[in-house]
């Protein structure tokens, strides 16, 4: 028996060596967790590129809309086990939820890791592990209207949430004034899901109330800063903001702002619409950190990256298009052409980057000490229940239903039940630090 496996091996061994090996073209499939339009689009040009140059081809299948469904179809892909997709784009959010079905990235990328901002590649990197690959950076911003800055007598965009209040406020009443009657300050993302933690981690944190959970396990979220923040909040709601805010996502605040409103809260990405040619607001806004409080001036950090399924047949090939779809050239040509935010330090700098988004140039320092993780790592498999139940807290606040107080102190009791962690203080400035 043993004599028959060394035969039919040596044969195998000595039939590769005199015969040129008879390779099938693979096919890989990818999921990816970001779709807009344009994005998809950019993204076949950038797929078909890779097939030209590996001879792998690639497909791209579709994904849900929302990020919780998304999730939810991830993990019964992985769960099931079944080969399924080969490469898997995942939310900075995810690592520590889809660890276990990945393989580890980090002996095919030690050097190109090595380039990225430190605090993105952490993210996806899990005792020691590199569970993906980060192919674009993401973090909150406010974008604002250079020309109604000017024309309203403000030298500057607002440092802190109390002027950007006072600008907001007035120019609204101003441009309603001269008649556009549907015009908006300030406008971001309320509805309850995943964006609306983001942008309520800025406004808590940047005010010294600390990151829901802290990363040594203390469950923060019921102090005074952060209620005063959520308060903050509340009051925009049919004041500056539309009473609709509340059932807000990205999208939503994007078509107000170019349809007419002074300030936006939103990811990077949301440059490349605003920009387009015919946009009624082409060449008159710029970006800047989100305003500061007590804390100074943070935005949630976000983004993505590609992992390999440990269930993939194809794993050499998969790390290929992970290695094309993260590299340096193409993470340029993808900030050029759809504004999104390269994970290379070193391309914020790039003229070929700058000129299509000359915002982008605050960026490279913004990544470095500008930004507030979610508790996704310290709170790993039960961040998706820790995020919800967050959601609704704020939502609560925000439609009136709850005091912020009282929403605060339930919230603060269901971490404990979620997680099992204790209550404590948080511990003051949350922005990173290298
Ligand atoms: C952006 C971010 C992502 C975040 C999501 C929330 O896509 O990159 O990290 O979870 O928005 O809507």
Redesign the pocket.
Same mark, same amino acid.
């Given at each position: 028996m043993a004599a028959a496996v060394c035969i039919v091996l040596l044969s195998l061994l000595l039939g590769s060596c005199t015969r040129p090996p008879v390779r099938e073209p693979v096919t890989l499939t990818l999921l990816e967790e970001?779709t807009t339009k344009t994005f998809n689009e950019g993204r076949q040009q950038e797929l078909q590129q890779f097939s030209q140059e590996t001879g792998i081809k690639v497909k791209l299948l579709p994904s849900p809309e929302s !990020?919780k469904e998304k999730l939810a179809l991830w993990q019964e892909l992985l769960r099931s086990g079944a080969s399924g997709p080969d490469v898997y784009g995942i %939310? #900075?959010?995810w690592t520590r939820i889809l660890n276990e079905y990945f393989i580890d990235l980090k002996p095919y990328f030690a050097h190109e890791i090595s380039l990225q901002f430190p605090a993105i590649t952490a993210s996806y990197t899990v005792d020691n592990k590199l569970v993906a690959v980060a192919y674009r950076a %993401?973090m909150g911003l406010l974008f604002y209207r250079t020309d109604l800055l000017r024309q309203y007598g403000y030298r500057e965009p607002p440092r802190t949430w109390d002027e950007l209040e006072v600008m907001a406020a007035r120019i609204q009443a101003g441009e309603r004034a001269a008649g556009k009657r549907e015009f908006w300050g300030f406008v971001w993302?309320g509805g309850a899901?995943? !964006?609306l933690t983001?942008n309520a981690l800025e406004w808590q944190a940047s005010e010294g109330g600390g990151q829901i959970i802290e990363n040594d396990k203390t469950i923060s979220v019921n102090n005074p800063h952060a209620i005063r923040a959520w308060q903050r909040a509340a009051r925009w709601v049919g004041s500056i903001s539309p009473r609709t805010v509340g059932g807000y #996502?990205?999208a939503d605040a994007l078509n107000v702002w170019i349809a007419g409103a002074a300030f936006m809260r939103n990811?990077p990405t949301a440059y490349v619409d605003s920009q387009a040619a015919g946009s009624p607001i082409r060449n008159k806004f710029d970006i800047t950190p989100l305003p500061g409080g007590k804390a100074g001036r943070v935005g949630t950090l $976000? $983004?993505?990256g590609l992992a390999v399924s440990r269930f993939s047949a194809h794993p050499r090939e998969a790390v290929e298009l992970v290695r094309y779809l993260s590299r340096r050239d193409v993470q340029m040509k993808r900030a050029r052409m759809l504004s999104v935010p390269p994970t290379l330090p070193e391309l914020y700098d790039a003229p070929e980057v700058l000129e299509p988004n000359p915002g982008f140039a605050l960026l490279r320092q913004a990544f470095r000490t500008g930004i507030v993780s979610r508790p996704s790592n310290v709170t790993g498999k039960k961040y998706p229940d820790v995020s919800e139940a967050y959601v609704q807290a704020v939502h609560s606040v925000l439609t009136g239903e709850k005091g912020a107080p009282e929403a605060a102190a339930a919230l603060e009791n269901e971490l404990v039940r979620i997680t099992g962690f204790k209550k404590g203080p948080p511990h003051g400035d949350q922005r990173t630090r290298e």
């Open positions: 970001w !990020a %939310d #900075v959010i %993401d993302q899901t995943e !964006a983001c #996502v990205e990811w $976000g $983004g993505a």
